[in-house]
């Protein structure tokens, strides 16, 4: 099975820096790669996802992604953070089994 | 709205008691999941089914029991309930289970179950 590593456990930043969460899965393959942002009190919702072709992928509300085959990782990026931004994101990849498996999540706080 | 629908949102029972939770995919999704969400232990991945069947099994205590019904929907069953069970139980699904078919998983709301 997949074990997917988050680096970050909690982050703080000041509005308008930027931001750069760890993500790292154990074994190659092929796998598709994902991350999940969780606002304070509700569900996962899907910030980005790559399944294949360019390695840097674009999401939502200005965050990027790449993966990097070599280093097994998947590294969430934002130029420039908003006080919005601030809340809990989860890496996650699907095996060819169709299994998901989720980091432990990065509790981001965005100062004012 | 993910498409994946919860109940209840929220749960408050007592120790020792039986609790069913209940999730409904999105329409069309074939596969299931379930996960517990705790402060202390993260996102844990408890159980997985696919049409009906019982797929895969993560960290699900044997107290914990789930099943997929014909029309598509899930229950998680929790008994002999402990204070730690306290934490909040997400289901998510997914379109299927070929790998052909590229898919991320959509998550409900979540339920929130408090044990005294």
């Known amino acids: 099975a997949q074990s997917v590593s988050q680096h970050n456990h909690h982050v703080i930043l000041s509005e308008a820096a930027s931001l750069e969460l760890g993500c790292n899965y154990s074994y190659g393959g092929t796998v598709n790669l994902f991350w999940y942002v969780q606002y304070p009190g509700q569900h996962l919702q899907l910030l980005l996802k790559?399944?294949?072709?360019?390695?840097l992928v674009k999401g939502i509300k200005g965050f990027e992604a790449e993966f990097i085959k070599s280093k097994f990782s998947f590294n969430l990026r934002k130029p420039s953070v908003q006080w919005s931004d601030t809340a809990e994101y989860f890496c996650?990849?699907?095996?060819?089994?169709?299994?998901?498996?989720f980091g432990t999540g990065t509790s981001l706080t965005v100062i004012p | 709205d993910s498409g994946v629908t919860q109940t209840p949102k929220h749960l408050i029972t007592a120790t020792g008691q039986r609790v069913t939770l209940r999730c409904s995919p999105r329409s069309g999704d074939l596969s299931v999941y379930w996960y517990q969400q705790s402060l202390d232990q993260g996102l844990q991945f408890l159980i997985q089914y696919y049409n009906g069947e019982e797929r895969a099994k993560g960290n699900i205590l044997e107290r914990f029991s789930a099943q997929q019904f014909p029309d598509l929907h899930s229950e998680l069953n929790l008994s002999s309930l402990e204070l730690g069970d306290s934490a909040l139980y997400f289901c998510?699904?997914?379109?299927?289970?070929?790998?052909?078919?590229?898919?991320?998983?959509?998550f409900g709301q979540g339920t929130r179950l408090t044990v005294v």
């Open positions: 998510a699904s997914s379109v299927g289970d070929n790998w052909g078919v590229n898919t991320e998983a959509f």
């Open positions: 790559y399944f294949s072709g360019d390695p």
């Open positions: 996650a990849v699907r095996d060819t089994g169709n299994q998901f498996y």
